[in-house]
């Protein structure tokens, strides 16, 4: 079963920046498009951004268009989430997340990264 390895949470001060790495455990698999979604505590999990392998279109949750940037490398496999002037509310366990190409929505995730961030 392939997993989703995810990295680079952590503890960062408001304005801050941080960057989010996450990787395939299995260098052959594709998808046709993986995203970021986060759960903050007590509160649902929301979409946070999407890239398409298809053809790198990209999708993002209105509140952190212009601070966070979702990329990819397509020789690594690898997606980031570049996120940038980081607020309090920005608080949450991230999870990557990929949509193969015979499922209509996200059916691989990782097991999340936490990502605080204090006043």
């Known amino acids: 079963q392939v997993q989703l390895v995810e990295s680079g949470g952590g503890l960062v001060q408001a304005g801050g920046s941080l960057r989010l790495s996450c990787a395939p455990s299995?260098?052959?698999?594709?998808?046709?498009?993986m995203g970021w979604f986060r759960q903050a505590p007590g509160k649902g999990r929301e979409f946070v951004a999407a890239i398409s392998w298809i053809d790198s279109r990209t999708y993002y949750f209105d509140s952190v268009k212009g601070r966070f940037t979702i990329s990819r490398d397509n020789a690594k496999n690898t997606v980031y989430l570049q996120m940038n002037s980081l607020k309090p509310e920005d608080t949450a366990v991230y999870y990557c997340a990929a949509r193969s190409r015979s499922a209509d929505d996200y059916d691989y995730w990782g097991q999340g990264t936490q990502v605080t961030v204090s006043l």
């Open positions: 299995e260098r052959t698999f594709s998808s046709n498009r």
